[in-house]
């Protein structure tokens, strides 16, 4: 059986976390700037703002999982309103008489999206935060064994080197979803968006250096692996509901 096209139960979840994930920065970032202590030590090394961020990413978790709990709620309720031994008979009456009103996908194919995203978004929070802990404890000890006439490039160098490491497994895992999303729908634009995102990213990690400028008199430095993965599940995200909502009928 198919869904009502208006329902967009899929696009609509998407959105929401991403959202939530906007929010989560913004928060973050106000946080971060209060408690600016004008040290030239990464954040990450930062007890307090470390702390913020393991906060934020569980709070993201438990968002997201009320988030797709209700999606699942409200999917399996609209699936009861059919007998399960009608509802074969109900998908060929809607694809004779509904024709261009037709939803894209079944009610199943949705369900499944709707399986894989949560996986997607909790799970590789998850390890995102374990990925986040080991790194930090690389860094630390990182800085301890370096000798001190190593210079500050050195530590830079090392620290643009390995960022990319903490948001590959995140990143992935959301690249993963849009293309298998995208063989689902068979669009080869949403497969062909997730490659180059991949390839910028890949680039960004092996081949850029960290760029380094002044505002209000602090140094800032922009890692653009951090950059592209930020911007992907934030705005990326947005883009990708906003355009399954406009492309595709009930998704």
């Known amino acids: 059986m198919y869904l009502s096209m ?19 920065a913004i928060f973050e ?26 906060y934020s990413s569980i709070f993201q978790i438990l968002v997201i999982a009320v988030i797709f709990f209700y999606s699942a709620k409200e999917m399996k309720h609209y699936m009861g309103l059919i007998p399960e031994e009608d509802k074969q008979e109900m998908a060929d009456l809607q694809r004779n008489y509904l024709g261009n009103s ?5 009610a199943d194919s949705v369900g499944i999206l709707l399986q894989l995203w949560a996986m997607i978004f909790i799970g590789a929070e998850l390890v995102y935060d374990f990925s986040s802990i080991m790194y930090r404890k690389f860094i630390s000890a990182l800085i301890g064994v370096l000798s ?17 490491f903490k948001y590959l497994e995140i990143l992935t895992a959301i690249l993963l979803g849009v293309i298998i999303t995208g063989i689902f729908l068979n669009d080869n634009f949403l497969k062909v968006i997730a490659t180059l995102i991949a390839v910028l990213f890949l680039f960004s990690f092996g081949l850029l250096e960290m760029k380094t ?39």
């Open 29 to 54: 970032g106000i946080v971060r700037i209060i408690f600016n202590n004008n040290v030239k030590s990464p954040d990450m090394l930062d007890d307090m703002k470390f702390s913020l961020t393991v």
């Open 102 to 106: 037709l939803s894209t996908l079944n």
């Open 148 to 164: 001190p006439d190593a210079g500050e490039g050195t530590f830079v160098m090392l620290y643009n080197m390995t960022h990319g």
């Open 213 to 251: 400028f002044s505002f209000l008199g602090r140094e800032i430095g922009i890692v653009w692996s951090s950059l592209v993965y930020h911007f992907t599940e934030t705005l990326g995200l947005v883009l990708f509901s906003l355009y399954l909502q406009k492309k595709y009928k009930g998704l």
């Open 6 to 24: 208006k329902k967009h139960l899929l696009s609509k979840s998407i959105l929401y976390v991403a959202l939530v994930k906007i929010i989560s």
